[in-house]
């Protein structure tokens, strides 16, 4: 499988089919990969494939990264639609998430006032009131579900914690009162030596009763 790893703490814009023009965030390694989970779709490869021992970038040097690149985008007259926390895994890992999320609001006011706010999360750290009150600050909070089973999330999501269930995801995302953006991966295909599939009539009609549960103001559907 091909991989991707962002070398660097802001990087592009590049253009997004979802977001348009996307100024992304890496709040990672540069040289690994550091997630709660380890999907077997990531374009980052599998966790343990990617370990690093590399330390993650403190909290005033993406704030730098991010003043200086967006400076210059200023100064450039970039049109610049939105600006993603995606990065080497996940990005609510950090312990310093929140204050960044704050630094980027000050300074997406500043420079870019009209540009959206993204942050793409597998939502397992949403526990977390620090996460929660800042992912409620963004434009978009994506929150990932793929499967309304949790073996179904175990093949293709692979969480880390064991304390991960699709039930505690829900009540988790339900706190957002319909204020996010739910994401979705549909896929099937054969992962060592197992056959996976969240098309079936069963697993939609599940992942739907969850989405009506949920109520998202949005749902981002996409596939391999």
Not at 102 to 121: A, E, G, H, K
Not at 185 to 198: A, Q
């Amino acid at each position: 499988m091909s991989t991707i790893l962002f070398h660097e703490i802001v990087y592009g814009p590049i253009h997004s089919r979802r977001m348009g023009s996307s100024l992304g965030v890496n709040l990672l390694p540069y040289n690994g990969k550091f997630c709660s989970f380890d999907c077997i779709y990531c374009e980052c490869g599998f966790n343990k494939d990617f370990r690093t021992q590399e330390k993650l970038p403190d909290r005033e040097n993406v704030r730098a990264a991010m003043e200086d690149k967006l400076q210059s985008l200023h100064r450039e007259g970039v049109n610049l639609d939105v600006i993603t926390f995606a990065g080497n895994g996940e990005p609510t890992m950090h312990p310093h998430f929140a204050g960044i999320i704050d630094n980027t609001i000050t300074l997406r006011n500043l420079y870019f006032p009209q540009t959206r706010i993204s942050v793409l999360t597998d939502g397992f750290h949403v526990s977390k009131p620090a996460v929660f009150e800042a992912l409620k600050k963004v434009d978009n909070p994506i929150l990932k579900l793929d499967s309304a089973f949790d073996e179904t999330v175990r093949l293709i999501n692979r969480p880390v914690s064991r304390q991960y269930s699709v039930a505690r995801q829900v009540e988790l995302y339900k706190r957002f009162n319909g204020a996010f953006i739910l994401q979705t991966m549909f896929l099937r295909g054969e992962f060592e030596g197992r056959k996976i599939d969240n098309t079936t009539r069963e697993e939609v009609s599940a992942w739907l009763g969850l989405v009506r549960e949920m109520k998202p103001r949005e749902v981002m559907i996409y596939t391999i």
